[in-house]
């Protein structure tokens, strides 16, 4: 079973930068996806970037150009840096993963493994 773990989420001032880290424990294959969403208090979970088993990835519209994923294969870790950082951006912030090929950043429900998420919270 594949256990997710999030780290790095604090509070900002906007303007600011935060480095989330999601550890992956347990056995995961070569297409294995994985990715980062985001929810806001009473908002639906949305998703900030995709980082397909391919190496490709994909951003939302709302953080291209601001946030950067990366994956350190060694360390079986995956990782989402953001900068200018912006009120908005505040919510709790998810890792998932999934072996669905199709899986979308618009669809949540394609992917089956989920973290515990951890919150960012940006001022103005």
């Known amino acids: 079973q594949v256990q997710l773990v999030e780290s790095g989420g604090g509070s900002v001032q906007a303007g600011g930068s935060l480095r989330l880290s999601c550890a992956v424990f347990?056995?995961?294959?070569?297409?294995?996806?994985m990715a980062w969403f985001r929810q806001a208090p009473g908002r639906e979970r949305t998703g900030v970037g995709l980082?397909?088993?391919?190496?490709?990835?994909r951003y939302a519209d709302s953080v291209k150009g601001r946030f950067t994923i990366s994956k350190d294969h060694a360390k079986n870790t995956l990782y989402l840096q953001m900068n200018s950082l912006q009120p908005e951006d505040t919510a709790i912030y998810y890792c998932?993963?999934?072996?669905?090929?199709?899986?979308?950043?618009?669809?949540?429900?394609?992917?089956?493994?989920w973290g515990q998420g951890t919150q960012v919270t940006v001022s103005s």
């Open positions: 998932a993963g999934t072996y669905n090929v199709y899986a979308s950043l618009l669809h949540p429900g394609d992917f089956d493994s």
């Open positions: 347990g056995y995961v294959g070569s297409t294995f996806s």
């Open positions: 980082f397909n088993s391919n190496g490709s990835i």
